[in-house]
């Protein structure tokens, strides 16, 4: 009779020693396999791939600790999670080895430097660490820019108190409509706003082309601008079934989540309808 399969484990008929170096014991449990990350930019998600092996049936059910310490060993981020949340340790057999992936999102402007990612197995009943394995993790910093550049229109438009449009360049080319935003953060924002750009008819607000997503399409969260950063963002828009006819364009901040814009005002300390900034310049669109 064939040996049954368990969906997520491996079975070995070898002694756990024989088929994989351990690299930690944790009581019942060992640590036999671990992948990150040696080296991460200010932002990116921290995904920790592992495998786990019982040694002996575990008797109860573990979870995971994991921990990012600084060079004084100062734990700056914490995070406890089943080992593997769809297989608990309670259910493994003797000898089963099961692969567990986690990730965690890190403080977005953590200072650069060198840290190690603390790997622990608690025991559900005393929450204590069975002991931990270091992995070793640079941090760099990321490339920011302050200085405020060559601007087309100046504006200075502040939405929310977090972010200033400090003015924009806008090109034609073909049949698209190439709008460069320079923004800058005025404080460190907490949220991760999107940016729409709408081409309306301003006889019937009928919006005929936008743009929604988080600057640079989607690559640079407002969460990671560090405060008085400078960000221009790229905004392209096709005239493609466009119909003839004058329209303008719509700028603002919204959050994804509430779908709340963020207050517009201009430079002169005046609240913008809709909070939103509408460009001076007409977009006219000829006959095809």
Not at 215 to 226: D, L, V
Request: charged share 25%.
């Amino acid at each position: 009779m064939g040996t049954a399969q368990i969906p997520g484990v491996a079975l070995t008929k070898p002694t756990i020693k024989a088929s994989y170096p351990v690299l930690h014991r944790f009581g019942e449990l060992a640590l036999v396999s671990l992948s990150a990350p040696s080296r991460l930019k200010q932002g990116q998600p921290l995904t920790v791939e592992v495998k786990w092996a019982a040694e002996v049936r575990p008797a109860r059910d573990y979870a995971c600790r994991l921990s990012l310490l600084d060079e004084r060993g100062a734990v700056v981020h914490s995070q406890t999670e089943p080992l593997s949340p769809t297989y608990p340790t309670s259910r493994w057999p003797k000898g089963a080895i099961v692969a567990a992936r986690y990730r965690l999102s890190l403080d977005p402007l953590l200072p650069p430097g060198r840290y190690s990612l603390a790997v622990a197995v608690l025991d559900p009943r005393s929450g204590k660490s069975l002991g931990q394995f270091l992995s070793p993790l640079t941090v760099e910093e990321r490339e920011r820019s302050y200085a405020i550049p060559p601007l087309q229109v100046r504006l200075n438009v502040d939405f929310g108190g977090q972010v200033r449009l400090l003015g924009y360049d806008l090109a034609r080319e073909g049949d698209e409509l190439r709008l460069t935003l320079h923004w800058q953060a005025l404080r460190r924002m907490e949220g991760d706003y999107k940016v729409f750009v709408h081409l309306f008819d301003p006889a019937t607000e009928a919006i005929v082309a936008q743009h929604d997503a988080m600057p640079r399409r989607n690559r640079y969260p407002t969460s990671w601008w560090a405060e008085g950063e400078v960000v221009s963002d790229v905004v392209t828009l096709s005239f493609e079934g466009v119909p003839e006819g004058d329209y303008r364009l719509a700028v603002g901040l919204y959050d994804p989540e509430t779908l709340e814009r963020l207050a517009a005002i201009d430079a002169e300390g005046n609240h913008l309808p809709d909070d939103r900034l509408i460009l001076p310049e007409p977009i006219p669109v000829p006959c095809k």
